[in-house]
């Protein structure tokens, strides 16, 4: 069967360099789903459309979605990015409003790690105290049986 045409409209937005949704999806490494979320909840600006009906991305969208996917790879929130984004949009900005957002970040990342590896230990413990045998006795259901103040 021969391969069609693009409808006209579709085929004008990517000739004036615009996206459609998996070429977003694909250019920026955020989910075609993930970009319909984060259009849902105002993260990127509403897309454009095309007669048919297709979502349109710029490549300033793009830009926008991979700078998302980064912020979420460095564990920020989405509150986070929504501020983010509002600093990187102002080119009047001071970067100490940045330099704040990212140490503020960096000591809650901190505070989680260092919950981590006091439950990675307790359980390391609970696991040398068990034997792990044909026996009961787990020392590991004991600690999580018992009640805690």
């Known amino acids: 069967m021969p391969r069609t045409a693009l409808p006209p409209e579709l085929a004008q937005a990517k000739a004036d360099g615009l996206h459609n949704i998996g070429e977003a999806a ?3 490494g955020v989910s075609a789903k993930m970009i319909r979320h984060y259009e849902s909840i105002d993260l990127i600006p509403p897309a454009g459309r095309s007669i048919a009906g297709y979502r349109l991305y710029s490549d300033n969208d793009v830009h926008r979605l991979r700078f998302i996917k ?6 920020f929130a989405i509150k986070q ?11 009047s900005r001071e970067s100490v409003e940045v330099k704040r957002l990212a140490l503020a970040h960096a000591e809650e990342l901190a505070g989680k790690i260092r919950e981590m590896q006091t439950m990675q230990r307790t359980l390391e413990e609970l696991a040398h105290r068990c034997h792990g045998d044909h026996r ?14």
């Open 81 to 91: 990015i929504e501020t983010l984004l509002g600093l990187w949009d102002n080119r």
């Open 26 to 28: 694909t250019l920026s």
């Open 70 to 75: 980064r912020s979420r790879s460095l564990g």
């Open 136 to 149: 009961p006795d787990c020392p590991i259901l004991e600690d999580l049986a018992a009640p805690k103040t």
